[in-house]
Nanobody, 115 residues
Framework: QVQLVESGGGLVQPGESLTLSCAAS????????MGWYRQTPGKQRELVAN???????DVVNSVKGRFTISRDNSRNTVYLQMNSMKPEDTAIYYC?????????WGQGTQVTVSS
């Protein structure tokens, strides 16, 4: 099992920045991807960004150029740096980790962008 602890959510104004963190613990050997998804009421959870072993990233077009995903392997932690935030970025953000054929989810952290 992999345990995930997220932090960094909150309320920001449009144009401001926020960084999310997700620390993995437990059976972390074999993790091959870490990422972030988000979900708003009535909608399906959607991919925001993934980072794979070796450093390759996959970022959804709607946040490309504003959001950056990174990973600190020594801390087993994945980050999502969110800049120039927009009201439509408001959602619950979930950390996701893939290990072998399994995937694990964090508890979710609320991000609200509002003036």
């Amino acid at each position: 099992q992999v345990q995930l602890v997220e932090s960094g959510g909150g309320l920001v104004q449009p144009g401001e920045s926020l960084t999310l963190s997700c620390a993995a613990s437990g059976s972390i050997v074999g993790i091959w991807a870490m990422g972030w998804y988000r979900q708003t009421p009535g909608k399906q959870r959607e991919l925001v960004a993934n980072i794979f072993n070796g450093g390759r990233t996959d970022v959804v077009n709607s946040v490309k150029g504003r959001f950056t995903i990174s990973r600190d392997n020594s801390r087993n932690t994945v980050y999502l740096q969110m800049n120039s935030m927009k009201p439509e970025d408001t959602a619950i953000y979930y950390c996701n980790v893939r290990r072998a054929m399994n995937e694990y989810w964090g508890q979710g952290t609320q991000v609200t962008v509002s003036s």
